[in-house]
């Protein structure tokens, strides 16, 4: 249990190091979201205001993630900080790929229709739903970094009868959504970017409960999938 300190201390300085990330990423895309965001809010025009509704499960879900992590169980051990830091900088990047028009990436790769914006809207509703109901589940397991926690439960109840990693999968959920409600190429390859993280933390997860829960863990990879059901 001596171990416990730094790693909270770990969370914090990862915390805080995402928070600056994102405040000055925003100062810098700033001159490009403003006339974006002025041009979608000017009227209200049906075909727009789904794209400004599409930061809205994100600002829900950013905030329930904040509350509910006071929540979390203390850690026994934890990946490295360099290995946390990856993430959270693949994880961001993808998100303001997604949210910020880029030049040279705003072709559509769907129809700017609105029955395609409510789908996304849709899906990324559908994600925050099963994030938050996963959350919930862990309980005191969960944790933003790859941790054991003290007296670490293995959880197979709620979505994780179905699925290793809900939370992983509602998360690609939600950026889907949001990539097909803007519809442009910057957005699909922000959604591209996100795949890439969560396969790759999803990869270093396994391996952390593998090592946690051995056969008990082994079992329970086979007779679930990771992150889609019957598919992956």
């Avoid at 006339?35 to 000017?42: G, Q, R, T, V």
């Avoid at 970017?193 to 593998?210: D, H, P, Q, S």
């Amino acid at each position: 249990m001596a171990d416990q300190p730094p790693v909270k201390s770990s969370n914090q300085a990862v915390r805080y190091a995402a928070m600056a990330g994102a405040l000055v990423g925003a100062l810098l895309a700033r001159p490009v979201i403003k006339p974006w965001i002025d041009a979608h809010a000017s009227g209200l025009q049906p075909k727009s205001w789904p794209v400004l509704a599409a930061f809205v499960p994100w600002i829900i879900f950013s905030i329930y993630w904040e509350i509910e992590a006071k929540n979390s169980a203390p850690a026994i051990s934890s990946e490295s900080k360099l290995s946390r830091g990856v993430h959270v900088v693949l994880a961001n990047a993808a998100l303001l790929l997604m949210i910020v028009p880029i030049r040279g990436l705003n072709q559509r790769f769907l129809p700017d229709a609105l029955i395609v914006k409510l789908i996304g809207l849709a899906l990324e509703s559908a994600g925050l739903a099963l994030a938050i109901w996963a959350r919930r589940v862990l309980g005191r397991n969960w944790s933003g970094e790859i941790t054991i926690k003290a007296d670490h439960e293995l959880v197979r109840s709620g979505p994780y009868r179905l699925v290793r990693h809900p939370i992983y999968t509602a998360l690609l959920a939600m950026c889907a959504g949001t990539a097909i409600v803007s519809g442009e190429m910057h957005a699909l390859a922000g959604l591209a970017l996100a795949i890439v993280a969560f396969l790759r933390k999803t990869r270093l997860e396994e391996a952390n409960l593998f090592n946690a829960f051995g056969e008990k863990y082994r079992d329970y990879r086979e007779e679930t999938s990771a992150l889609v059901p019957r598919v992956y």
